[in-house]
């Protein structure tokens, strides 16, 4: 059962355009979301998050989008520039309960920005 | 300089032998998280733990053991009943706030031969 899932396995875009990352998830108890980028062979790295109590958080050049109704969170990131490729990583997790800390992934998306 | 270590980073076992791997922090965080990535999947939880001297099963937790004697420790063991061992196993700790972001380490490529 994938709480989580990223549709799109690879995206490839064009340096200085706009790269739009995309992750739904099914679990209404969901109000964490976080966003990590990886590199091969390296743990991953935070980037962005949003609280279920917002549907939109900023951070220079990625912006985290959140819809609560579509259950439905996008990462946006302008512009693209080449060392943004890399594989990206939402997750998500619930506050309270017995999931309380745990972090579920997607499956990554790879992408890809040619210069 | 505060961050979290896993040793080493590459690891080779034969089939049948437990194997043990390191994580450390010195961030001061409460949470720590063990899990595994294998190729075109996301990351899934191993084990995780609070506090010290307390910690939890995640959703894939068989053929594995944790210890959590110190604050800054939580090493995982890939024992013999693990049937897949062969993976990327990356650590993470978190603060005691939820939510709270978690903080990743560089990871161990174990491979078992």
């Known amino acids: 059962d994938q709480q989580v899932k990223q549709n799109s396995p690879s995206l490839s875009v064009q340096e200085g355009r706009i790269s739009i990352l995309n992750c739904d998830y099914t679990?209404?108890?969901?109000?964490?979301f976080l966003w990590y980028k990886k590199y091969p062979a390296e743990g991953p790295t935070f980037l962005i998050s949003?609280?279920?109590?917002?549907d939109k958080n900023e951070d220079g050049r990625f912006t985290v989008f959140l819809n609560k109704s579509a259950k439905h969170l996008s990462l946006h990131i302008v512009p693209s520039q080449p060392g943004d490729s890399a594989v990206y990583f939402c997750?998500?997790?619930?506050?309270?309960?017995?999931?309380?800390?745990?972090?579920?992934f997607g499956q990554g998306t790879i992408l890809t920005v040619h210069p | 300089d505060g961050g979290i270590t896993q040793s080493p980073k590459y690891l080779f076992r034969k089939e049948g032998q437990n194997v043990t791997l390191s994580c450390e922090q010195n961030?001061?965080?409460?949470?720590m998280y063990w899990y595994r990535q294998d190729p075109g999947q996301g990351l899934r939880l191993i084990y995780y733990?609070?506090?010290?001297?307390?910690?939890q099963k995640g959703d894939i937790a068989e053929g594995y053991s944790v210890s959590r004697e110190k604050k800054e420790s939580f090493p995982l063991t890939v024992t013999s009943a693990q049937k897949n061992p062969t993976a990327f196993y990356l650590c993470?700790?978190?603060?005691?706030?939820?939510?709270?972001?978690?903080?990743f380490g560089p990871g161990t490529r174990l491979t078992v031969l």
């Open positions: 997750a998500a997790e619930s506050a309270g309960g017995t999931s309380y800390g745990k972090l579920t």
């Open positions: 961030l001061n965080h409460d949470a």
């Open positions: 733990s609070q506090i010290v001297n307390d910690f």
């Open positions: 993470a700790s978190a603060g005691p706030s939820r939510p709270d972001t978690q903080y």
């Open positions: 679990n209404s108890m969901f109000d964490y």
């Open positions: 949003i609280s279920s109590i917002k």
